[in-house]
């Protein structure tokens, strides 16, 4: 039986569950049959609730609860209008963990959230910003490199572990981005992760509700076809996407050009051209993974979907994600 490292039992306690590994939350796919099964299994599911109205999520929230008793947690997008809503909801329905995405939290959300006794866990792509985090109240913290799924950070994995995992010890940290089989779990963990997030390999769980054409262009994919969308102009600053290269890509990046004509001619406020790309991706994302339109789609992976070789029960990938810190 293998020693348990000190920081893999103190994102155990942390979560509640008996393995640290989370569950990335992925827009569409992250929904009910994917995180009860994660928290089943012993992990960490987290619901994405990035494509739905607020009484969808809490829905959800409720369903979640009717196929397992285990902890799971809630994510929040911080650049969502109805953000105060779903804060509230959180908090009404009592769920236990929420992670804020996309930004960077004002200090009345997260006080709101812990005043009810929601631990907040919140993402930083650098050192700077992971301590200004832990200031304003992060009960844990999640770094993920450029390596990932969906959008992304400039900085790879390695990178940023070295760069954060000596200095932050006031709360639990985990990593996410590139993480695909046992070996790279137990590496992060000896670097002093509490845990890992995970969310390309799930993609291809059994539970997954993701489309079959989904599912199979991941198990077809290799590492170099996951690439990621680039910036044309500083006029029009974008967040990266890392997706697998298809026709959905060439569209993303015809729109892109003429959106940046639109802004630079002032026909277009720069702030409703960035939501029109990003109300691209949320359609496009539903019509690959939902639809199983593979080709004009978009097919967010990250580079480990060169790792992802099968079909398998969540279960069955978090045994493997796990193997070499609990032996």
């Known amino acids: 039986m293998a020693t348990i490292p000190d920081s893999w039992k103190r994102g155990g306690e942390f979560l509640g569950v008996q393995h640290p590994v989370l569950g990335g939350a992925m827009s569409w796919l992250s929904e009910r049959h994917l995180v009860a099964a994660i928290s089943e299994a012993g992990g960490f599911g987290v619901l994405a609730t990035g494509s739905m109205p607020v009484e969808l999520a809490r829905a959800e929230v409720r369903a979640v609860r009717t196929m397992t008793d285990k902890p799971f947690g809630i994510n929040l997008i911080l650049m969502n209008p109805a953000l105060p809503e779903f804060v509230a909801m959180v908090i009404e329905e009592k769920v236990t963990h929420c992670v804020l995405a996309g930004g960077i939290p004002t200090r009345e959300t997260v006080e709101t959230l812990r005043a009810a006794g929601v631990k907040v866990i919140l993402f ?6 992971a301590k200004r ?13 450029h390596e990932a799924g969906g959008h992304v950070g400039p900085v790879s994995t390695m990178v940023l572990v070295q760069e954060i995992l000596p200095q932050i010890h006031e709360v639990p940290v985990f990593v996410a981005g590139g993480i695909a089989d046992g070996a790279m779990t137990a590496a992060m963990v000896a670097l002093g992760a509490a845990g890992v997030q995970v969310g390309t390999r799930f993609v291809c769980a059994t539970e997954c509700v993701a489309h079959e054409n989904f599912k199979q262009r991941f198990i077809q994919a290799q590492a170099r076809d996951a690439v990621v969308t680039v910036q044309f102009d500083p006029a029009l600053p974008v967040i990266p996407v890392r997706a697998l290269f298809n026709k959905g890509t060439e569209q993303f990046n ?38 199983g339109d593979v080709e004009y789609g978009s097919v967010m992976a990250g580079q480990s979907v060169g790792m992802v070789r099968a079909i398998q029960p969540a279960a069955e990938i978090i045994a493997e994600l796990v193997e070499r810190v609990v032996g």
């Open 254 to 291: 015809r729109l892109q050009m003429e959106l940046v004509r639109e802004v630079r001619e002032g026909r277009k406020p720069r702030a409703e051209a960035q939501l029109e790309l990003e109300h691209f991706w949320a359609g496009a994302l539903r019509r690959a993974a939902i639809d």
């Open 133 to 145: 985090l832990v200031q304003r109240g992060a009960d844990a913290l999640i770094i993920e490199g």
């Open 124 to 129: 930083a792509p650098s050192l700077a910003l």
